[in-house]
């Protein structure tokens, strides 16, 4: 099964959410909201987006909501591959 | 008094629902929605497929072939209600000085309908990043500058004054019958044609609030898919159409007699400087607005009699502004009824402004209050009067209308009946 | 007191130069930024010349988080306010919020990002369109971003009306300052080089099919078959006289005196055009008349119809050879929204150093006996007040006078 990694979510949020102004992607952020590094509702949506077209998962409206930080979208995602595998 | 105050004396208007000034009136004091499946184009695979559509018939209403193949939808909407306006206050056109008459036109996406359709061809269905020019129409670099429907309704009124386009998005509609009334005010022009035009059913425009989660997912419910105010609303519906005013000054418009439907007495607009599409929930900066425009009203929140409300429909706007009336009006907001005509015929952008601002001026007119339809279970944090559901007649001698767009944008515009004018 | 409405500060990206004086150096010495076009693969298309500005980078100017959500129009727009607000010598922090506006003209919006997104949309679904598009491609996006950049929270503007833009947005500004604000920023910039960009200016028969750099936009030249497009324009500070000198401005550009805006009737109509009458509305603006200009920026279109009919309107308001004209467009190309913007800047800029910038690569004048064209060389003068002409696709004419501070 294809593994959508922290790593993964760095390079998706560079190119879809810009470089942050506020704190380096390079340490640990697993767990900081996307606020607090710096990237709005916008940047959160367009990174949803950006995540469907390349693992072909679909993030409900509401579940954009649901995932305030990179963990929470780490494991939202992966969640979703492995049922992808298992049906 | 200020001679050159600007006064409206004409008014037209392509809302969803009918077609000219009096269908529209009657939709939105019916209570009854406009919204619908959209038609224009196939929206399957679209998470919003809900809008408010114009049954629109360029010919009927008088636009020749080959204005129709020139024209963008927006450019044909605008310049049938311009005409409607202009017949409706009584000017000769063939009498008026052309060099004294302007135009102040308001859109968001202007010609994007056509823009994209001719994108799809040239593209060969997005197929070709280098599209091919041996196909490009010879009217698509009009498509591309908005400034294009201005030429139009210049065109169509024999305007050859100051002539603009404003676009500033989704307070377009407000921010050009303001613009049209400072040229009034300083004198540029004796009569100015002003309002404002949007025809963005079409995919990109669709797809780009899809994109954000703007728009409306009740697609199997579309009557009742816009619902401001309203505990269970889901986002705006969009919407098209266009509305147009024939301004003079005061002095003028009583000289000639001429039916005059309300005075421009204040306007104002601020930024929240913000975030492109995000609101804080205190509504600060359009309360600012609100001040300025009934300072230079010379009004109080007590000359306020109805509020027409942005009132989009999403979960932040409603929010925001209800407390940017309470801000601004204090406890007089309570009192006063709000409401919104998007729940009956969408969110057309930049010309929604106008729109509302024709509604107004009959609501000065006439003395009958559009309800808010749809609004059944009132958000709690959402708690004037939104005039649910029913029109209710009531005498109102001053309105108060806001407009709220992306890129932060605040305006406010305060219409008055001249024996209410201040100053 | 009605405000005085001056010049502070200015900020220019141009093709021939990406800050104000590198732009100036190269206009007074004639360098051109036309060249044969990079970006896009420019091979299949009738137009191979364009005025791009070549030494931008957005990720110089614009921060990160900002620069993926908007267009290099944007992007343009951004660096050349930071620009005129450093020029000016401006902290937007020390002015009350309420009290600074921007208003940028558009001539058509972020026509690049808008491609990339329309064509996700019809090559690969509904889904694949970005959150940005809603934001970046819109006409007053530049407003906005710029707006939320400094915290200006006045009455912020966007006008549309192709290249005399640039012209109304400063008339606007004035027209703000009058109302009460302290600073506003206003220009204009553009960049729809992009595919779908070129390919719609080329339908309007206009442009220049000209592929040798020094025989492309040749106006008020006998071989004159069109113009250029290009990117770029100016964003400029204005405040009030007396509000600028009491925080302690010296250097003032100069004074916004006089603006008119007139349009055509149709071109079916029988009755003529209204570019005379914009300058005449100016003039009376200003208070002055044609014997108080020093010097006229011209608008310059490079199609041979449009290039007689403005020197026409110049002979007859001002006489034979009575004033010096010049065009230092024809070493940027027409740049739209940012056109009449750069152009005011280029004509303070013109005051500032009493020298006139010259029109480039005219060596056939079809007008010599009627225009004192500056060619070649920039022209040493005396020069107190210039006129800016613009026109712009449809039926636009705008006049701006611009005066400097004598005391």
Request: charged letters at 20%; glycine letters at 10%; aromatic letters at 6%.
């Amino acid at each position: 099964m294809r593994e959508f990694t922290l790593d993964d979510l760095k390079r998706i949020l560079r190119a879809s959410g810009g470089e942050s102004d506020v704190t380096s992607l390079e340490g640990d952020i697993a767990d900081i909201a996307f606020g607090d590094l710096g990237y709005d509702s916008l940047a959160v949506l367009e990174l949803a987006g950006r995540v469907e077209d390349e693992y072909a998962v679909v993030v409900p409206d509401a579940a954009v909501q649901e995932l305030p930080t990179p963990a929470a979208v780490v494991d939202f995602v992966n969640a979703r591959l492995r049922e992808a595998v298992s049906r | 008094m200020s001679p050159r105050r600007a006064v409206i004396t004409g008014i037209g208007v392509m809302a969803p629902g009918g077609t000219g000034r009096e269908a529209f009136w009657d939709l939105v004091t019916s209570g009854k929605t406009a919204t619908r499946t959209i038609s224009l184009f196939d929206p399957t695979g679209f998470r919003s497929r809900v809008a408010a559509e114009c049954d629109f018939d360029a010919a009927a209403l008088g636009l020749t072939p080959r204005e129709i193949r020139r024209m963008d939808r927006a450019a044909q909407l605008a310049v049938v209600s311009a005409r409607e306006a202009v017949s409706d206050s009584g000017l000769e056109p063939e009498r008026l000085n052309p060099h004294r008459v302007g135009v102040a036109l308001g859109s968001a996406v202007g010609c994007t309908m056509r823009l994209e359709q001719e994108y799809v061809v040239l593209s060969d269905h997005g197929r070709h990043w280098d599209v091919d020019h041996a196909y490009a129409v010879p009217h698509l670099y009009d498509y591309m500058v908005p400034s294009t429907l201005a030429r139009e309704v210049a065109w169509a009124c024999g305007a050859e004054g100051p002539v603009a386009l404003i676009s500033t998005g989704c307070t377009s509609g407000m921010d050009a019958v303001g613009h049209g009334a400072r040229i009034i005010e300083e004198g540029a022009a004796d009569v100015v044609v002003a309002g404002a035009t949007d025809a963005p059913i079409s995919p990109i425009s669709v797809a780009c609030f899809d994109a954000i989660k703007a728009t409306s997912p009740n697609n199997d419910d579309p009557e009742h898919a816009s619902r401001p105010f309203d505990l269970n609303r889901d986002g705006f519906v969009l919407g098209e159409g266009a509305a147009a005013f024939v301004l003079e000054p005061e002095d003028e418009a009583r000289r000639r007699g001429a039916h005059i439907y309300a005075a421009i007495t204040g306007y104002a607009t601020r930024s929240n400087a913000f975030h492109m599409t995000g609101l804080k929930p205190d509504g600060r900066e359009m309360a600012e607005a609100i001040g300025h425009a009934l300072h230079e009203a010379q009004a109080s929140a007590e000359d306020v009699h109805y509020i027409n409300a942005h009132g989009s429909g999403t979960k932040q706007n409603d929010r925001h502004e209800t407390a940017a009336f309470k801000r601004s009006l204090g406890d007089r907001a309570r009192e006063i009824p709000v409401s919104s005509i998007k729940s009956m015929v969408g969110h057309s952008l930049g010309s929604i402004g106008a729109i509302e601002l024709a509604a107004c001026a009959l609501v000065i007119n006439r003395g009958v209050v559009p309800p808010t339809a749809n609004l059944h279970t009132p958000d709690p944090e959402c708690d004037l009067d939104y005039v649910p559901l029913t029109a209710r007649e009531c005498r109102v001698a001053g309105v108060l209308s806001v407009a709220s767009g992306f890129g932060g944008f605040q305006s406010a515009m305060i219409l008055q009946e001249l024996g209410a004018v201040r100053g | 007191m009605r405000a005085r409405s001056v010049v502070t500060g200015i900020g220019v990206v141009a093709p021939n130069g990406a800050d104000l004086e590198d732009y100036w150096a190269a206009t007074l010495s004639g360098r051109s930024g036309i060249a044969p076009m990079t970006r896009p693969a420019a091979s299949s298309y009738p137009l191979r010349l364009a005025g791009e500005v070549p030494a931008f980078a957005a990720e110089d100017h614009v921060p990160g988080r900002i620069a993926v959500q908007t267009d290099r129009w944007t992007h343009l727009g951004l660096a050349a306010s930071a620009m005129a607000l450093a020029d000016a010598d401006a902290d937007p922090a020390a002015f009350p919020e309420y009290d600074m506006a921007v208003v940028t003209a558009s001539s058509s919006g972020g026509t690049e990002f808008g491609q990339r997104e329309i064509q996700k949309l019809w090559s690969r679904g509904p889904r694949s369109v970005g959150a940005y598009q809603s934001i970046a491609w819109f006409y007053a996006a530049s407003t906005g971003q710029t707006s939320i950049r400094y915290g200006m929270r006045g009455p912020c503007r966007v006008l549309a009306t192709e290249q005399t833009g640039g012209i109304e947005a400063l008339a606007e500004a004035r027209r703000i300052l009058r109302g009460g604000a302290r600073l506003v920023l206003a220009g204009g910039t553009d960049a729809s080089l992009c595919p779908y960009g070129i390919v719609a200016q080329f339908t309007n028969g206009q442009i220049s099919r000209a592929t040798v750099p020094e025989q492309a936009y040749l106006p008020f030249d006998r071989r004159a078959d069109g113009y250029v497009p290009g990117e770029g324009g100016a964003m400029m500070v204005l405040e009030d006289l007396d509000e600028a000198r009491r925080r302690g401005v010296t250097d003032v550009y100069g004074e916004i005196v006089g603006y008119g805006a007139t349009f055509d009737p149709p071109p079916d109509s029988r009755r003529p055009p209204n570019l005379r009458r914009a300058i005449q509305v100016a003039f009376d603006d200003a208070g002055l008349t044609a014997g108080d200009i020093d010097v006229v920026f011209a608008d310059a279109h490079g199609t041979p119809s449009a290039d007689r009919l403005e020197a026409e309107t110049l002979v007859s308001l001002f006489g034979e050879r009575s004033v010096p004209v010049t065009a230092p467009k024809t070493m940027t190309g027409r740049l739209y929204a940012g056109g009449a913007a750069l152009d005011v800047a280029t004509a303070l800029l013109s005051l500032r150093d009493q020298t006139i910038p010259p029109t480039v690569g005219i060596h056939r004048p079809a007008f010599a006996s009627a225009l004192d064209l500056v060619v070649d060389q920039a022209r040493p003068a005396t020069l107190r007040t210039a006129l800016v002409v613009a026109r712009g696709h449809g039926g636009f004419n705008a006049a701006l006078i611009v005066r400097l501070i004598l005391d």
